[in-house]
Nanobody, 126 residues
Framework: QVQLVESGGGLVQAGGSLRLSCAASGRTFSRDAMGWFRQVPGKEREFVSAISGSSVRKYYADSVKGRFTISRDNAKNTVYLQMNSLQAEDTAVYYC???????????????????WGQGTQVTVSS
């Protein structure tokens, strides 16, 4: 059974940091693109960041560039999202996702990922 399990969410003050983790199991994810998305109640889920299987390619939403860093450890089947300088607007449920096939940069940004986690809540107090 394929599973993606997010952890590391919580409550933090504005300006603080959190590190999200996504542990994958049930198959080998080392060649998959891994992405982070977030969703606020009443709004559509949006792209945050993504990373290629080899970690060569990394992509970020404009709203998080310079503040968030995505990384992965294929030996541990885990992807991370280091979030610094958090703002109230970053409050959301954060989802991890895996995509098995990707052919262009645009593939990282769409939501056509094959596997999704259950999400972890991040709340930033202002």
């Amino acid at each position: 059974q394929v599973q993606l399990v997010e952890s590391g969410g919580g409550l933090v003050q504005a300006g603080g940091s959190l590190r999200l983790s996504c542990a994958a199991s049930g198959r080998t994810f080392s060649r998959d693109a891994m992405g982070w998305f977030r969703q606020v109640p009443g709004k559509e889920r949006e792209f945050v960041s993504a990373i290629s299987g080899s970690s060569v390619r990394k992509y970020y939403a404009d709203s998080v560039k310079g503040r968030f860093t995505i990384s992965r450890d294929n030996a541990k089947n885990t992807v991370y999202l280091q979030m610094n300088s958090l703002q109230a607007e970053d409050t959301a449920v954060y989802y991890c996702a895996a995509r098995t096939a990707y052919y262009s940069e645009s593939d990282y940004y769409t939501q056509d990922y094959d596997y999704w986690g259950q999400g972890t809540q991040v709340t930033v107090s202002s």
